[in-house]
């Protein structure tokens, strides 16, 4: 079940669950080694009058793209909770092992088929929005499920970026306005993936200990290995380096 | 973490770490060329509507030093943690000074290429410690060491039960006290760039076992092989060599 409210208007139910998952960064790295991510996709079906039959009308994308949860154990998910105002996000603050930031950010995209019945607070096209203050509660667990609800003050995607910091006024601010994107659901722990460091063997066993070690998850199906890549001595191309560092994606549930 | 100017500085993953450059006249481990690279940008919640590569940034570069070393991990035993005063400053000391030159580029404006270069006159490092291929720097840049001794000889000196006369410890509070630019950070063993002649016929095999007997390393993570000629002009020639780089502890692409 999913529920969303979108500037303000409710848009219906839908079965649609959240998607929990999991980056295990390498040992070797000198960054927080977990990233777990949030997305949920909301869409609203309708009967398209050219096609004549049920089709996506309107959606809301809404992802949380790092919860800073470090835990060892994901069961302890449960009754997290996070506020993400300004002494939040400072404390939170994290460059990856790429030399990259990565925000804490709720990102959303909505989105509206032209044929759709008019929806108040979606326009035609896709839109973008960003936000940095959010709260986000995740309830008891249930198997591999959890009820989370999320509140979020989405910035429109094109306004949001800056060339000067915040006002120190400015960043004092949080959660003076009701959210103009509030999401409740169910979100599904599916999986995630692991970054294992060169070694001579098969790299699958050493990734099922780290992603183990790293989450406390023993259901590890549907192993996929990605071999990390480079650049050919002449750039034209890009191939893998099988041998070498690699991925590996697994999923919680055993394949259909 | 640094103290430098205003900002709450990030340390940039990846980018920040040791490097080793080996050209083929390189012979001995003590022709290696060796760099200290640091990157920051400003950091704190005013900054998170800036993104990473608008925001002021702080570059560091230690280049030229010259470790003692028969392999990487002898770096953790590096120590330049002495300034000369002016009666002392002679060729003999500047010819035996192994710390290297410090390089550091500001960029104070969110969204512009303004920067201000600085060749802090005098620095003094060390490596505190090594775990693992993370090595733990202190580093201090001064743009008057001069001055900075001066304070240091005021400061009161201690006598030992036998009477003899010790002078005081450079410590880390002092020196952070009074430096412009003062540093702790863990510092990856990052990468080795190998120059390998054109001819070479295994230009990785010939890279690895160059950086092996010069720095002592065991396996790559990542291995890059860029040849630049090849890229831009199309038509290569045997003078212009082929770079390799090696990547330890991790992987990056600058």
């Given at each position: 079940m999913s529920w969303v409210r979108w500037q303000g208007v409710t848009l219906p139910v839908t079965d649609d669950e959240a998607r929990l998952r999991v980056h295990v960064r390498a040992p070797d790295v000198p960054c927080?080694?977990?990233?777990?991510?949030?997305?949920?996709?909301?869409y609203v079906r309708a009967e398209n009058p050219d096609e004549k039959k049920m089709e996506v009308a309107y959606w809301v994308d809404a992802e949380v793209t790092d919860l800073r949860f470090y835990e060892t154990d994901?069961?302890?998910?449960?009754?997290?909770?996070?506020?993400?105002?300004?002494?939040?996000?400072?404390?939170?603050?994290?460059?990856?092992?790429?030399?990259?930031?990565?925000?804490?950010?709720?990102?959303?995209m909505t989105g509206c088929m032209k044929w759709a019945p008019p929806v108040p607070s979606l326009s035609p096209g896709h839109t973008r929005w960003l936000a940095h203050d959010f709260i986000l509660r995740i309830g008891a667990r249930d198997g591999l499920c959890f009820p989370c609800e999320l509140d979020a003050w989405m910035i429109p995607y094109d306004q949001y970026y800056r060339k000067e910091p915040e006002r120190l006024a400015e960043v004092a601010r949080f959660a003076e306005t009701p959210p103009n994107l509030q999401i409740i659901t169910r979100a599904r722990f599916e999986g995630g993936s692991v970054e294992v460091p060169r070694c001579k063997d098969d790299p699958i066993p050493w990734a099922r200990r780290l992603f183990q070690e790293a989450t406390g998850c023993d259901q590890?199906?549907?192993?996929?290995?990605?071999?990390?890549?480079?650049s050919t001595p002449d750039n034209k191309e890009i191939v893998p380096m099988p041998g070498y560092r690699s991925t590996v994606h697994f999923s919680t549930m055993p394949s259909d | 973490m640094v103290y430098f100017r205003e900002h709450q500085w990030l340390l940039v993953h990846g980018y920040s770490h040791f490097h080793a450059y080996i050209t083929p006249q390189k012979r001995t481990r003590d022709d290696v060329l060796w760099f200290m690279?640091?990157?920051?940008?400003?950091?704190?919640?005013?900054?998170?509507?800036?993104?990473?590569?608008?925001?002021?940034s702080l570059w560091i570069e230690v280049n030229g030093f010259k470790p003692?070393?028969?392999?990487?991990?002898?770096?953790?035993?590096?120590?330049?943690?002495?300034?000369?005063?002016?009666?002392?400053?002679?060729d003999?000391?500047?010819?035996?000074?192994?710390?290297?030159?410090?390089?550091v580029d500001y960029y104070p404006q969110s969204g512009t290429q303004e920067r201000e270069h600085s060749m802090l006159t005098d620095h003094i490092w060390r490596v505190g410690a090594r775990e693992g291929g993370f090595f733990t720097v202190e580093?201090?840049?001064?743009?008057?060491?001069?001055?900075?001794?001066?304070?240091?000889?005021?400061?009161?000196?201690?006598?030992?039960?036998?009477?003899?006369?010790?002078?005081?410890?450079?410590?880390?509070?002092?020196?952070?006290?009074?430096a412009e630019l003062y540093l702790v950070e863990h510092v990856?063993?990052?990468?080795?760039?190998?120059?390998?002649?054109?001819?070479?016929?295994?230009?990785?095999?010939y890279a690895l076992a160059r950086a092996r007997e010069l720095v002592g390393v065991g396996e790559p993570e990542h291995i890059d092989v860029r040849d630049f000629y090849k890229r831009e002009k199309g038509s290569e020639n045997i003078q212009q060599d082929i770079y390799v780089e090696l990547h330890f502890n991790g992987y990056f692409e600058d």
């Open positions: 927080p080694r977990l990233s777990w991510s949030l997305d949920v996709s909301h994901w069961r302890r998910l449960s009754n997290l909770a996070i506020r993400a105002d300004a002494k939040w996000q400072e404390a939170h603050e994290l460059i990856n092992e790429y030399g990259r930031e990565v925000p804490a950010q709720v990102n959303v590890m199906f549907q192993p996929e290995l990605k071999w990390a890549l480079r | 690279n640091l990157r920051y940008i400003a950091g704190g919640a005013i900054w998170r509507r800036v993104h990473d590569w608008e925001r002021p003692h070393l028969r392999h990487w991990t002898d770096l953790e035993r590096m120590n330049f943690w002495q300034l000369y005063g002016e009666q002392e400053d002679t003999e000391h500047y010819l035996s000074w192994r710390g290297g030159w410090l390089d580093l201090a840049g001064f743009a008057d060491g001069t001055s900075f001794l001066s304070e240091f000889k005021k400061l009161p000196v201690g006598v030992t039960p036998e009477g003899n006369e010790e002078p005081p410890e450079l410590d880390s509070d002092f020196v952070k006290k009074h990856p063993f990052g990468t080795v760039t190998v120059c390998v002649p054109r001819n070479a016929r295994d230009v990785e095999a």
